[in-house]
């Protein structure tokens, strides 16, 4: 009987035959370590990229989005328990497609990139690597959308496959990640700062939900941690909570909450902060930080208008707005 | 009155220890309900199920990276 010790996330699982790490999917057989799910999606589906959130990164384009089961999280809000609280051998629906099926399907299908989301896909790792590789040669863009519980190291490599993130920040307290989610905050920040040096478009996205992250001070701070370790430019979304799962025992967010949120991380000085899950919200939109100046209108997922000019500045004033606008 | 407050009895002993007992349980089940400390997750799944999923291809056997053997056990 041999033990292995998984290496990819913080929690380290040592795993014995036969067995499964934390997030279900990566399994111990024979000694060896096997992603299960590689190849194996559970869900696919074309989006609008601003589903994923990404307001900065090919604005209004489809992007072809994959996911297996499994994830290294066990948040109590998920939205995709369905999928991402299962392993493999519990899912109904498993499609087979291999990376290089993966990204013809998303060329056939005219979009210019790959999601990896859903679930969490640090549990698919080596197919988000592998499919990753192909749809670079292929002209393909690859988007992570994650959590950010993964090991400094694995997250490093893995980048280099990588176009854009959209990462979770659940809350900025030690003490909610391990109560609401099963995880810890520290290594999602150091995820967030690798995302950062190693050149990956990088939007936070903060789920805020009634009484547990609400705390104008502590977004206060974790406005200004952003500020400081990823930059002022970098874009925030404030997203409404919907009670589901096993926590359906708090009310939607308010709108108030969303918009004091929301004003205290420009106040902080972040130039970008959005209100997602709220329709035709201001906070939809991209303005100018110097004048003010619509530069991206939204409803819900569709562009109503985009004003910026080729290379991505403000029409008025030439400010230059960071982001992968081509 | 007095004299009960300051003679312990045998079945005071047993009730002391009683609650020593149930507070040692009681730390016991939350440490190991925490499971974001490393190293000390994982889980045991339906293997007949998953064995007979990836002799039909409905999952892989691709090898993961990131990982090490640790231990031979007999």
């Known amino acids: 009987m041999t033990e292995v010790a998984c290496e990819l996330c913080p929690r380290g699982c040592v795993i014995p035959e036969g067995g499964a790490g934390d997030c279900r999917v990566r399994v111990n057989i024979d000694g060896r370590l096997r992603a299960s799910t590689y190849g194996r999606p559970s869900a696919i589906h074309i989006d609008p990229m601003e589903k994923k959130p990404l307001y900065h990164f090919h604005p209004g384009s489809p992007v072809f989005s994959i996911a297996t089961a499994g994830c290294n999280l066990h948040c109590l809000n998920c939205q995709n328990w369905q999928l991402s609280q299962r392993g493999g051998e519990e899912m109904e629906k498993v499609y087979r497609a291999d990376p290089d099926q993966v990204v013809a399907l998303a060329r056939e299908q005219g979009c210019e990139s790959i999601a990896y989301t859903y679930s969490d896909p640090i549990v698919f790792y080596e197919y988000v690597e592998d499919t990753g590789r192909l749809a670079h040669e292929g002209g393909l863009n690859n988007v992570f959308v994650t959590a950010g519980y993964i090991n400094r190291e694995p997250l490093r490599r893995l980048c280099r496959v990588l176009d854009a993130s959209n990462t979770d920040l659940k809350a900025f307290d030690d003490r909610f990640y391990r109560e609401v989610n099963a995880g810890s905050l520290e290594p999602v920040l150091d995820a967030l700062v690798t995302f950062r040096e190693e050149g990956v478009w990088l939007e936070v996205t903060n789920l805020v939900i009634p009484t547990l992250n609400d705390d104008l001070v502590m977004i206060r701070r974790m406005a200004r941690w952003i500020r400081d370790e990823l930059g002022e430019g970098t874009p925030l979304h404030f997203s409404r909570f919907h009670p589901q799962y096993r926590m359906r025992n708090l009310p939607p967010t308010s709108g108030e909450t969303l918009d004091r949120a929301r004003q205290e991380a420009l106040d902080a000085g972040l130039q970008y902060v959005y209100v997602g899950n709220v329709l035709g919200h201001e906070g939809n939109n991209t303005y100018c930080p110097v004048d003010g100046t619509l530069l991206i209108g939204r409803i819900g997922f569709h562009i109503t208008e985009n004003n910026l000019t080729g290379d991505g500045r403000c029409p008025s004033c030439g400010h230059p707005v960071p982001g992968v606008w081509q | ?74």
Do not use: C
């Open chain 2, 1 to 74: 009155m007095k004299h009960r407050l300051h003679h312990w009895h045998r079945g005071d002993l047993a009730f002391v220890g009683l609650i020593a007992v149930t507070l040692v349980a009681i730390w016991g089940v939350l440490g190991v309900e925490d499971d974001t400390r490393p190293g000390q997750s994982w889980r045991r799944i339906d293997l007949e199920r998953f064995q007979s999923y990836l002799q039909e291809g409905r999952l892989s056997d691709h090898e993961a990276s990131w990982y090490h053997r640790k231990q031979e056990t007999p």
